[in-house]
């Protein structure tokens, strides 16, 4: 019985100074093979379709099952992630390249520490250190439980931040997954007492005002998080707090 194969086409790059190529690999098929278990294999014997032995992809990835966000890259010209990205889905060859949006650093693996540095800008988190005992938390009630849940699935990606048209050097735009923080934070009870200064930091150049509603974030995001609701949401929140400053000045 002959073998049935995949093929696949990575675009490799040594380091961001080098140049791209393309190396194309043929490997056996397996059931539930997905683009990292294929690159697993790859990495076990590193030689190209035509022969030519290679290095391993670098690529990042950690819990292999859509949870860590890590291994985010665009397949078949499609951001999305490699450990859920099945074979048996993809038409071949199946073609894998890195984020085209974030610093490149080798292969597949590129810096995404911007959103981080986004996530700082707007105070992503709910203030609860301290040297004393705080006590209980505030009630969350099941509505407001229900509301927050979806938000608070993002894994970090950055896929939404790589198709928006708005996300580039230019506007300097934070993305969507950064708006839908902000609105995840200042819902909670203890989170909501940074809520103005979140609101002040989207306010401004690269805020929430770059969005052109282009929706491309709602549809690429792995865990169906409701952006542009967040983005609609927090918009409005924006615009009344900067007429409460003004009012205020
Ligand atoms: S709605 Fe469009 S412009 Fe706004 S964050 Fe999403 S993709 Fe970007
Ligand atoms: S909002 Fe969705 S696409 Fe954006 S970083 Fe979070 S999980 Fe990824
Ligand atoms: S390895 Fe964690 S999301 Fe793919």
Known sequence: MATRTVTFEFKRQASPEAAAVWEKFELEWRPGMNVVSA?????RNPVTADG??????????????????????????????????LVDNLEQPIKVEPLTKFPLVRDLQV??????ENLMRVKAWVPVDGTYDLGSGPRVYPQEQEANYPLS???SCCCCMEVCPQFNDVTGFVGAATIAQVKLFNNHPTGKVY????????AGDGGIQECGFAQNC???????IPLTNAISDVGRDVVAQKIKDWLKS
Do not use: H, W
């Not at 809520?195 to 989207?202: M, Q």
């Open 195 to 202: 809520k103005e200064e979140r609101l002040r930091a989207l």
């Open 52 to 85: 030519r032995p290679t290095t391993p992809i670098a690529y990042d990835s950690n819990c292999l099952e859509e949870i860590c966000g890590s291994c985010a890259m665009r397949i078949n010209g499609k951001a999305r992630m490699a450990c859920s990205a």
């Open 218 to 224: 709602v549809e690429v995001c792995p865990k169906q």
């Open 39 to 43: 690159m697993m294999e790859i990495a």
């Open 111 to 116: 810096d995404r520490s911007v959103l981080f």
């Open 153 to 155: 699935n993002c894994i």
